[in-house]
């Protein structure tokens, strides 16, 4: 569900600028380092868009000692339970001038200061692809993610070493789990009761 989630993200924002007056189809998801380190002109692809990058992965401790079994048809099923996940992305605004990067930046805050939940009975999105059509149920939210000076200059240095303007956002929560069974119990289908009589 991290692909799903961020390809959701992606067209939600994209729509969002396009209703600003923006442009169209401005957001792409890829890794901006890929522009900034990319002396040739085989990145014009970027040019001009805002750029939804994946900087890193928390795993959500909280939620880690879950269950591990779910009853299925009266039988209990047994799986590792789910990895569940942060993920800090990066909104990075190269367009064709500063003002309209600050402009598409300033969009893409007021757009998540008025919907920072997401879910799948408030969010629609395109099921154009196999994968985004397979998207039953899904939930997170988004928070603006302020580092500081010091790390910041790290990300960019990290990035290539170019600064661009740009919004950096942590998701919570995003779940990722295997179909896989590691074992299926019993059912259970009578309890046997015998005392013992403890004399003194």
Known sequence: ??????????????????????????????????????????????????????????????????????IEAGKPVYRN????????????????????SLRSLASIISFFQGKNSFNHKNTLFSRNTQVMQSVTEFQFTTELFTPSFEELNYIWSMLGGKAYPAAMYKLNII????????????LL????????????
């Open 81 to 100: 339970a789910p990895v569940n996940l942060n993920a800090y992305i990066l909104f990075t605004c190269n367009r064709s001038d500063y003002a309209f």
């Open 1 to 70: 569900m991290l692909y799903e989630s961020l390809e959701i993200l992606r067209e939600q924002v994209a729509n969002y600028l396009e209703e600003m007056g923006l442009g169209s189809n401005i957001v792409v998801l890829d890794s901006i380092a890929h522009f900034i380190d990319n002396t040739n002109r085989d990145n014009e692809p970027l040019d001009n868009k805002v750029i939804l990058s994946l900087l890193n992965l928390q795993e959500e401790t909280a939620l880690k000692n879950q269950r591990n079994y779910t």
């Open 175 to 186: 779940k990722l789990q295997r179909e896989h069974i590691q074992d299926e119990g019993a």
């Open 189 to 200: 289908t009578q309890v046997q009761t015998q005392y013992n009589q403890i004399t003194s």
